[in-house]
């Protein structure tokens, strides 16, 4: 039997990325898949349609992830289309970096609602689906830099430091209905936005990770499987780090 068989996920912003690698793991283990995204473009229809591929029920919903009405009302649409959610993936996000002194009010506000409103508003969503359920599992994507914070992201390492503590939060709220909530931390990982750097850039890098490679969406979405699955059915409120020791 496959870790994920008879399982609905959601997972937000997951048309591509680090989000649609995830939702590919679970459809490969048999999970049926609901993902959002802005809008439902040519990129996010061609992943509705991988994921199909793999025997699984599949569906891409055009959604603000910030939007907390619309968040309600998109949960709803899901829950009625798959008959329950059994994962969430609070993957969404943007940046805007720039140093602290020269970082505007609206770069601040923008990278905090997407980031860490929009799980807010999923987990608000979604909780009494799962409570009803009497299980589930609620996945936030942080990053090291919640952690350890980082030069030019006060905003972006903010709002991923706010992902662990509401993981944390939720996971001894919802433990007792049988929720488990947890984050995952990525370092240095392989997308367009990163390939988009240059390559001097990258190879530094790579020099200061242990392992010596920046990680693939693959890599993350192993980790993201673990905490979806019954593996990790003992495991609440913690932190995974995804980063080749970057961090340790």
Same mark, same amino acid.
């Given at each position: 039997?496959?870790?994920?068989?008879?399982?609905? !996920?959601?997972?937000?912003?997951?048309?591509?990325?680090?989000?649609?690698?995830?939702?590919?793991?679970? !459809?490969?283990?048999?999970?049926?898949? !609901?993902?959002?995204?802005?809008?439902?473009?040519?990129?996010?229809?061609?992943?509705?349609?991988?994921?199909?591929?793999?025997?699984?029920?599949?569906?891409?919903?055009?959604?603000?992830?910030?939007?907390?009405?619309?968040?309600?009302?998109?949960?709803? *649409?899901?829950?009625?289309?798959?008959? @329950?959610?059994?994962?969430?993936?609070?993957? *969404?996000?943007?940046?805007?970096?720039?140093?602290?002194?020269?970082?505007?009010?609206?770069?601040?506000?923008?990278?905090?609602?997407?980031?860490?409103?929009?799980?807010?508003?999923?987990?608000?969503?979604?909780?009494?689906?799962?409570? @009803?359920?009497?299980?589930?599992?609620?996945?936030?994507?942080?990053?090291?830099?919640?952690?350890?914070?980082?030069?030019?992201?006060?905003?972006?390492? !903010?709002?991923?430091?706010?992902?662990?503590?509401? *993981?944390?939060?939720?996971?001894?709220?919802?433990?007792?209905?049988?929720?488990?909530?947890?984050?995952?931390?990525?370092?240095?990982?392989?997308?367009?936005?990163?390939?988009?750097?240059?390559?001097?850039?990258?190879?530094?890098?790579?020099?200061?990770?242990?392992?010596?490679?920046?990680?693939?969406?693959?890599?993350?979405?192993?980790? *993201?499987?673990?905490?979806?699955?019954?593996?990790?059915?003992?495991?609440?409120?913690?932190?995974?780090?995804?980063?080749?020791?970057?961090?340790?």
């Amino acid at each position: 039997m496959k870790l994920l068989e008879g399982k609905t !996920a959601l997972i937000t912003g997951a048309a591509r990325g680090i989000g649609k690698a995830i939702a590919v793991a679970f !459809a490969k283990e048999g999970a049926n898949i !609901a993902f959002t995204d802005l809008k439902i473009d040519d990129a996010a229809s061609a992943t509705e349609q991988e994921l199909a591929s793999y025997g699984v029920k599949a569906k891409g919903y055009a959604s603000n992830a910030a939007d907390f009405a619309a968040t309600h009302e998109v949960v709803k *649409a899901i829950h009625e289309e798959f008959g @329950r959610i059994d994962i969430l993936v609070n993957n *969404a996000g943007i940046t805007k970096d720039t140093l602290m002194m020269r970082m505007s009010e609206e770069q601040w506000d923008a990278v905090l609602t997407v980031n860490l409103k929009s799980a807010f508003n999923f987990i608000h969503a979604v909780t009494p689906i799962m409570a @009803r359920q009497r299980g589930g599992s609620i996945i936030n994507m942080s990053s090291v830099v919640g952690v350890s914070g980082n030069a030019g992201q006060c905003n972006y390492s !903010a709002s991923k430091a706010g992902l662990i503590g509401l *993981a944390k939060s939720i996971a001894k709220e919802m433990g007792p209905r049988g929720i488990r909530a947890n984050c995952i931390a990525p370092g240095f990982i392989m997308t367009e936005m990163t390939a988009a750097l240059p390559e001097e850039v990258r190879e530094q890098w790579a020099k200061s990770i242990p392992l010596r490679r920046g990680g693939t969406p693959e890599d993350v979405a192993k980790v *993201a499987l673990f905490l979806a699955s019954d593996l990790s059915g003992y495991v609440t409120g913690q932190t995974i780090h995804c980063c080749g020791g970057m961090n340790c």
